[in-house]
């Protein structure tokens, strides 16, 4: 198959979503499929006369892997490098490319490429892409909208509040809620403007540094226990795995520096646990409309309770990434799951181009 695998972008996982991207392409080239990695805001930056034959000499729309840093990416340098002053999220010829493929995988995170825009946009232009459709990505991407529909769903999740900028309250006694507390942006990823509030008085930064970020925010319960991911593919969900961060919370230091956390799979944990985890998992997916494949995170509290975070539409694919740990402990390599990925996504259009 003809593949343009689409990453980067202007979100803050940018570098994140770049580190994916390559190594999809990778994966998928090796597979035998004809593959484009594309960096959707840089766009194709070749001859144009070259286009028409991209496919049979991908190498000239490569994008070159880049390093996560330990910081997020300065995002006013790279909209700055693409020396244009056009606000439109796709680069030059990205579409005209994406329009010639079989199927566009999406290596997308963050904002704009997992809030479902490039999904709608996709469908009205007849491209095919893999993971969830334009409403299910909206819905997880928003997580405050995830808690509602977890709830009605039976799914348990933090109690917790939402603010928004127009209706900050700095006074923390205002909330209704107990310390310690955890203050994140709704629609982020990558635990990127999280904080942990202890003390009343740490409360408005926590607020200030979450609405850096975005205009909406959500506070709720400090679960205290472990940390755990669930990924679900084809409706079924893959095993449970831990994630314990050497030092402090699950941040984006510790989710992407390696050696920084301790991933398990399949998790330490008694099976009645597990199997609920994972039933949360699928049951998640569905109440979102999730299709494809899909990544739920969970904290497991000292007491035995369950709590459900946040769903992820487009979870990182690196090959240290949660989802491939969780595949290779069901028998599942890294290329055997960018290849089911394809073909479960391929069904959305009823099958095989
Ligand atoms: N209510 C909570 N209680 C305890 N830890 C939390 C809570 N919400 C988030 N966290 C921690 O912050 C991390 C990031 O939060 P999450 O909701 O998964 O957002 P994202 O991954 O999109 O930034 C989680 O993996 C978890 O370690
Ligand atoms: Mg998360």
Same mark, same amino acid.
């Not at 680069?91 to 997992?114: K, N, Q, S, T």
């Not at 398990?264 to 699928?282: F, G, S």
């Given at each position: 198959?003809?593949?343009?695998?689409?990453?980067?972008?202007?979100?803050?996982?940018?570098?994140?979503?770049? #580190?994916?991207?390559?190594?999809?392409?990778?994966?998928?080239?090796? !597979?035998? @499929?004809?593959?484009?990695?594309?960096?959707?805001?840089?766009?194709?930056?070749?001859? /144009?006369?070259?286009?028409?034959?991209?496919? =049979?000499?991908?190498? @000239?729309?490569?994008?070159?892997?880049?390093?996560?840093?330990?910081? %997020?990416?300065? *995002?006013? %340098?790279?909209?700055?490098?693409?020396?244009?002053?056009?606000?439109?999220?796709?680069?030059?010829?990205?579409?005209?490319?994406? &329009?010639?493929?079989?199927?566009?995988?999406?290596?997308? @995170?963050?904002?704009?490429?997992? !809030?479902?825009?490039?999904?709608?946009?996709?469908?009205?232009?007849?491209?095919?892409?893999?993971?969830?459709?334009?409403?299910?990505?909206?819905?997880?991407?928003?997580?405050?909208?995830? +808690?509602?529909?977890?709830?009605?769903?039976?799914?348990?999740?933090?109690?917790?509040? @939402?603010?928004? +900028?127009?209706?900050?309250?700095?006074?923390?006694?205002?909330?209704? *809620?107990?310390?310690?507390?955890?203050?994140? /942006?709704?629609?982020?990823?990558?635990?990127?403007?999280?904080?942990?509030? &202890?003390?009343?008085?740490?409360?408005?930064?926590?607020?200030?540094? %979450?609405?850096?970020?975005?205009?909406?925010?959500?506070?709720?319960?400090?679960?205290?226990?472990?940390?755990?991911?669930?990924?679900?593919?084809? #409706?079924?969900?893959?095993?449970?795995?831990?994630? =314990?961060?050497?030092?402090?919370?699950?941040?984006?230091?510790?989710?992407? #520096?390696?050696?920084?956390?301790?991933?398990?799979?399949?998790?330490?944990?008694?099976?009645?646990?597990?199997? $609920?985890?994972?039933?949360?998992?699928?049951?998640?997916?569905?109440?979102?409309? *999730?299709?494809?494949?899909? &990544?739920?995170?969970? $904290?497991?509290?000292?007491?035995?309770?369950?709590?459900?975070?946040?769903?992820?539409?487009?979870?990182?694919?690196? =090959?240290?990434?949660?989802? /491939?740990?969780?595949?290779? =402990?069901?028998?599942?390599?890294?290329?055997?799951?960018?290849? +089911?990925?394809?073909?479960?996504?391929?069904? &959305?259009?009823?099958?095989?181009?």
């Amino acid at each position: 198959m003809d593949i343009v695998v689409l990453a980067g972008g202007i979100s803050a996982e940018r570098d994140v979503s770049l #580190k994916t991207g390559a190594m999809v392409a990778g994966a998928l080239r090796g !597979n035998g @499929h004809r593959v484009i990695l594309l960096d959707v805001f840089m766009g194709y930056r070749g001859e /144009p006369e070259k286009i028409s034959e991209l496919f =049979a000499d991908s190498s @000239h729309a490569g994008i070159t892997e880049t390093e996560i840093s330990e910081t %997020a990416p300065d *995002l006013a %340098a790279v909209k700055a490098a693409r020396g244009d002053t056009s606000d439109c999220f796709f680069g030059p010829e990205v579409l005209r490319i994406c &329009r010639m493929a079989d199927i566009v995988f999406m290596a997308l @995170h963050g904002e704009d490429g997992e !809030n479902g825009k490039v999904q709608a946009a996709f469908d009205l232009l007849g491209i095919r892409y893999t993971g969830s459709g334009y409403f299910g990505s909206a819905l997880a991407m928003n997580k405050e909208v995830s +808690k509602v529909f977890f709830t009605k769903n039976n799914i348990p999740v933090p109690n917790g509040i @939402h603010m928004t +900028k127009y209706t900050r309250e700095d006074a923390f006694e205002k909330t209704g *809620l107990t310390l310690p507390c955890i203050v994140k /942006p709704c629609c982020g990823g990558s635990s990127i403007g999280v904080s942990i509030v &202890r003390k009343e008085a740490e409360f408005a930064q926590a607020l200030t540094e %979450a609405f850096r970020w975005e205009d909406e925010i959500v506070i709720e319960d400090y679960i205290e226990g472990r940390d755990f991911s669930v990924g679900v593919l084809d #409706k079924k969900a893959l095993p449970v795995i831990e994630i =314990a961060p050497l030092e402090g919370f699950y941040d984006y230091k510790n989710k992407y #520096k390696a050696g920084c956390a301790v991933e398990t799979c399949p998790a330490k944990l008694p099976e009645d646990i597990a199997a $609920k985890m994972m039933r949360y998992a699928e049951a998640a997916a569905e109440a979102l409309c *999730l299709e494809s494949y899909s &990544r739920m995170d969970f $904290k497991l509290a000292e007491d035995g309770s369950i709590y459900c975070l946040e769903a992820n539409t487009l979870p990182g694919m690196t =090959a240290t990434s949660l989802l /491939p740990q969780e595949a290779q =402990a069901a028998g599942m390599n890294y290329a055997q799951l960018c290849e +089911k990925i394809i073909q479960v996504s391929l069904q &959305r259009y009823g099958g095989q181009k």
